[in-house]
């Protein structure tokens, strides 16, 4: 399937925001729906990482539309401000939906390490004010817990390790680093009801820091009777699967494919 480019501007909660949307070249009927959120530690990265990560690959293979908002980084702007950028997005895409093509009853929700995290934090969101339905969320090796892990308190992992994570929270928490009042938009792994939310699928690697977080997000989902699966390979780089041509990622996104095939059926 080829896709095509476009951008944006949308209203915002700090006023234009730039979206990035991929779409099919033709389109004759209701295609499915992705919000994909960038990484980055809440602190970098852009909307045009998507042509490397899993959202354009889920884009093409399902020829759906995909969102990429360039939101806000904790560099100038804490929370609430991302997660209040891409929820706009999702809104977006919902309203919008008749206009872009896009199914309503097929909306995916995904993103990769701090956009992953962000994934969970909208997917919460939606499924609090009841207006938005999300078919799947797809927080791939996300950062969702403000505080250190047995995998994140010594980590050395490739592209991401402990340091890092202490800055990019500290950065996105603000005054709220380190204190017991951080919300469950701000860091999913806060949550305490789970009940509700969109099933989820995921992948991480073994030695990579955000492991637990991951592990104990999918059992926690499981333990509010949420459809949630996991797979674990073996490995300490995080974003492997932006390595398209090893085993790990190979596999891993012939699992992500499967997965999301069986949510939006």
């Not at 944006?8 to 994909?36: N, Y």
């Amino acid at each position: 399937m080829k896709l095509k480019s476009t951008i944006r501007r949308i209203e915002s909660p700090a006023g234009r925001m730039k979206i990035l949307i991929l779409h099919p070249e033709k389109q004759e009927k209701p295609v499915p729906g992705i919000l994909w959120i960038h990484g980055g530690g809440y602190v970098t990265g852009m909307a045009s990482m998507v042509y490397l990560t899993a959202g354009s690959v889920l884009a093409k293979h399902f020829g759906a539309v995909l969102i990429a908002p360039e939101y806000r980084r904790a560099v100038r702007t804490p929370y609430p401000a991302a997660m209040e950028d891409c929820y706009t997005a999702l809104e977006y895409l919902y309203s919008h939906a008749e206009e872009l093509g896009v199914d309503r009853n097929r909306i995916v929700v995904g993103g990769e390490s701090a956009g992953g995290g962000l994934a969970a934090a909208v997917c919460i969101r939606a499924r609090d004010e009841g207006k938005i339905p999300v078919s799947c969320q797809i927080p791939l090796y996300p950062m969702l817990d403000c505080n250190d892990t047995e995998s994140s308190r010594h980590s050395h992992s490739h592209g991401w390790g402990t340091r890092r994570n202490h800055w990019g929270w500290h950065k996105y928490l603000g005054d709220l680093y380190g204190t017991d009042h951080v919300p469950s938009y701000a860091s999913p792994s806060r949550e305490t009801d789970y009940s509700g939310l969109p099933p989820c699928y995921t992948f991480v690697e073994d030695g990579e820091p955000f492991r637990d977080e991951t592990l104990t997000y999918v059992q926690n989902l499981k333990d509010a009777g949420v459809e949630a699966h996991v797979d674990v390979f073996h490995g300490n780089i995080h974003g492997f699967d932006t390595m398209r041509w090893t085993r790990n990622a190979k596999e891993a996104r012939k699992k992500l494919i499967l997965a999301v095939e069986k949510f939006l059926k």
